[in-house]
């Protein structure tokens, strides 16, 4: 295997232990509708994560409860929900100690970037609030879907592919790597390590 030389990390559940506040927060966010639809619609958040907020509001409305809604209401519930989560999650108690270490160690010899399905302005936020700028060559976001994300985080940098990976937690991480023809490394899922390449612990990892 070529030696690596630039990472794409996903951010919720990779670098930042979010999962179950976001969970919560669409919860909070959709407590006013039927509890099974909920109930639904977070067996679909939870197996979706790298996902856009917009995609899931919509998903929510349009195919769980039959309804339209506008692109202006979809705003406004994405904008609530920002509320909801931002400012708790910009807390250092939410980072994942053994990524965050490995980030630390080795983002002055490895080209790193994140290619999250946050919001794009919360994901900054957080990241300001935390001071993992320093950490990063960029930080990008939702709207943008994440397989355009990756695309131009290889075109505008020339990153060779192979010498490249994506580490993700979800199976919308393996989807962005695979259509950009990077390796993908599933991490803190372990559905993720049968079929995949899988860092059980970035203590032990082999590809640097």
Same mark, same amino acid.
């Given at each position: 295997?070529?030696? &690596?030389?630039?990472?794409?990390? $996903?951010? $919720?559940?990779? +670098?930042?232990?979010? =999962?179950? =506040? ?9 407590? $006013?509708?039927? %509890? ?19 995609? !899931? ?17 979809? &705003?406004?519930? /994405?904008?609530?929900? %920002? ?9 250092? *108690?939410?980072? #994942? ?6 980030? *630390? ?8 970037? =994140? /290619? ?16 993992? @700028?320093?950490?990063?060559?960029? &930080?990008?976001? %939702? ?7 990756? *695309? ?5 940098? !020339? ?5 490249? #990976?994506? &580490?993700?937690?979800? +199976? @919308? ?26 860092? *059980?612990?970035?203590?032990?990892? $082999?590809?640097?």
């Amino acid at each position: 295997m070529a030696k &690596i030389k630039n990472i794409i990390f $996903d951010f $919720d559940g990779v +670098i930042l232990d979010s =999962v179950p =506040v976001k969970t919560e927060a669409f919860r909070q966010l959709f407590k $006013d509708f039927p %509890s099974n639809i909920v109930d639904q619609f977070i067996t679909y958040h939870e197996e979706n994560g790298g996902i856009s907020r917009y995609i !899931k509001i919509e998903y929510f409305f349009k195919t769980l409860l039959k309804e339209n809604i506008t692109e202006t209401e979809v &705003i406004k519930y /994405a904008n609530k929900y %920002s509320l909801l989560t931002k400012q708790e999650l910009a807390n250092p *108690k939410y980072l #994942i100690g053994e990524s965050f270490d490995f980030i *630390k160690e080795h983002y002055r010899n490895i080209n790193m970037h =994140v /290619a999250s399905g946050a919001d794009e302005a919360d994901l900054h936020y957080i990241c300001d609030t935390l001071e993992l @700028n320093q950490f990063f060559i960029s &930080i990008h976001g %939702s709207p943008t879907p994440k397989n355009d994300v990756v *695309k131009n985080i290889l075109l505008i940098h !020339k990153y060779i592919l192979k010498e490249t #990976i994506l &580490i993700g937690d979800s +199976i @919308n991480d393996f989807t962005a790597a695979d259509k950009n023809n990077i390796t993908f490394y599933g991490y803190n899922n372990t559905s993720l390590e049968e079929d995949h390449h899988y860092i *059980k612990s970035f203590n032990t990892i $082999d590809f640097i």
